[in-house]
């Protein structure tokens, strides 16, 4: 059984004193959540006043993008050690708007993702088709590459020990999420290709979570099925209350 794992991308949202004043508010609500892994994905800022104030509770936080590279002239970048530093345990990897604003590339989420892992950070390495992909039934043949390329070259441990969030990117701040029927589906194709390629034990504890339009309302329908292991949240996670009923309804006892 895999533990749930429900994080929050703030994106470019919450200066520190917000971010710091959101713990204050969020931590009372899921004190007694022992079951579900739960990370703060903050801007870089925000990183080191976020892990100070959940230095003593089981939220992890995670920056929303990292550097390959150990140090050097790569003006406007932050390295693993950086986010190690300050108490920074997981990186999202990946994530489409990277992919579709900056020109990130899978080779790049590929080198990102091995550092990572050498830093001692857990990747939450981001996949997903577009609407023209889906549409013209290329779904999993993207997904197969992305899984494939990204996550090329790494142990079956490593891989089991990572996270892979399937983000399609039309339902990304549409509203317009992906059916449970959908997700499950589009789940269950990556564990298998993890399968093919890294075993089945690998692919058995590899979390797979889902992200796009998660709500209160819809999080619960989509947990509970089999292959969807929790979920990355946008826009209902910038509230406490909803993101703690997010993570309430990920629960495995709730599921
Ligand atoms: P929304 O939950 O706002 O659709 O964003 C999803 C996402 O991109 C999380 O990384």
Do not use: Q
């Given at each position: 059984m895999r533990t749930p794992f429900v994080a929050a991308n703030w994106k470019m949202h919450k200066t520190v004193q917000e971010a710091v004043d959101y713990a204050r508010s969020f931590l009372p609500l899921v004190e007694t959540v022992s079951d579900v892994d739960i990370v703060l994905a903050p801007s870089f800022l925000a990183l080191p006043a976020l892990a100070e104030a959940t230095a003593h509770s089981r939220i992890g936080v995670a920056a929303q993008n990292v550097s390959a590279?150990?140090?050097?002239?790569?003006?406007g970048e932050v390295s693993l050690g950086m986010l190690h530093a300050v108490g920074v345990t997981q990186v999202i990897i990946g994530h489409s708007e990277r992919r579709q604003?900056?020109?990130?590339t899978d080779a790049g989420v590929n080198a990102k993702s091995r550092a990572a892992i050498d830093a001692g950070l857990t990747p939450i390495v981001c996949v997903g088709e577009t609407l023209d992909e889906r549409e013209t039934d290329r779904t999993f043949d993207v997904l197969d590459r992305q899984v494939g390329k990204g996550l090329a070259g790494l142990t079956p441990e490593q891989v089991a020990a990572l996270v892979v969030a399937y983000e399609p990117v039309w339902a990304i701040g549409t509203g317009r999420v992906a059916t449970p029927d959908q997700a499950d589906a589009v789940h269950r194709h990556i564990r298998e290709h993890l399968t093919s390629h890294f075993g089945d034990t690998s692919a058995s504890a590899c979390r797979v979570i889902y992200g796009g339009s998660v709500k209160p309302g819809n999080a619960a329908e989509l947990m509970a099925r089999a292959d969807v292991d929790g979920a990355l949240v946008g826009g209902a996670s910038l509230d406490p209350v909803s993101f703690a009923a997010i993570v309430t309804a990920s629960r495995p006892s709730t599921r």
């Open positions: 590279e150990p140090h050097g002239a790569f003006t604003l900056s020109g990130e």
